[in-house]
């Protein structure tokens, strides 16, 4: 079983829709939590990091829950710029330990 | 504003050669770490370094080795390549330690071993 598994997708919604994307994740010694944005064939960049509280950038809202080991990310009113991949990862702060998931693919459409 | 910059971004090798990967970066961080990317697999730990002169193993080190000489640079060598080894390859920096820490990428290395 992989350490952190998401639903590859693709998502395929229109401008505006809301989409959600899930993330669950194994090793109850994670401590920090991020999603990261990956376009086509360019590096990952970080888009949020996920505190226990929830946060919100934007559009953007991060949820985790540690007792379910479960992380999500709304995004709102969807543009066609939002299409990319979309990386859930945890870490442990001990060694920077940072393990990924396998992403999820979003493509927003007129 | 370099970052994290990795070279070459393409490499085409045939099976049993060898070939370095190169990584620097430039924000001084004590963290590096090399990472592959696969098809359905995400990113898997190869090597990482906590600091000059430190290195250990991640999830997949095999057919791999790293140093760490200088905070800049963490070189990965691929000893004797083999068609598993066809993957994208990132290198990435961040500061050691504390809550969610960024973790910042150089652009890849697309390698194919023939």
């Known amino acids: 079983r992989k350490e952190v598994e998401q639903d590859p997708g693709p998502f395929n919604v229109p401008e505006g829709a809301t989409v959600a994307f899930n993330c669950t994740y194994s090793?109850?010694?994670?401590?920090?939590f991020f999603w990261y944005r990956q376009d086509c064939r360019k590096e990952p960049k970080l888009l949020m990091s996920?505190?226990?509280s929830g946060n919100e950038d934007g559009r953007f809202t991060a949820q985790l829950n540690r007792a379910s080991q479960y992380i999500s990310l709304l995004i709102r009113d969807s543009k066609l710029s939002d299409s990319a991949t979309y990386l859930c990862?945890?870490?442990?702060?001990?060694?920077?330990?940072?393990?990924f998931g396998a992403g999820t693919r979003l493509t927003v459409k007129p | 504003n370099a970052g994290v910059t990795q070279t070459p971004k393409f490499q085409v090798l045939k099976t049993g050669q060898s070939m370095t990967l190169q990584c620097a970066q430039d924000?001084?961080?004590?963290?590096m770490s090399w990472y592959r990317q696969d098809p359905g697999m995400g990113l898997r730990l190869i090597h990482y370094?906590?600091?000059?002169?430190?290195?250990d193993q991640g999830e997949v080190p095999n057919g791999y080795n790293v140093s760490r000489s200088t905070t800049e640079d963490f070189p990965l060598r691929l000893l004797s390549a083999a068609p598993s080894q066809t993957s994208v390859y990132f290198c990435a920096s961040s500061s050691l330690g504390g809550m969610n820490t960024e973790a910042f990428f150089g652009q890849g290395t697309r390698l194919t071993v023939v």
């Open positions: 924000m001084n961080h004590e963290y």
């Open positions: 090793n109850s010694a994670s401590q920090s």
């Open positions: 990862v945890v870490s442990r702060i001990i060694n920077n330990d940072m393990r």
């Open positions: 370094s906590v600091g000059a002169g430190i290195t």
């Open positions: 996920v505190y226990s």
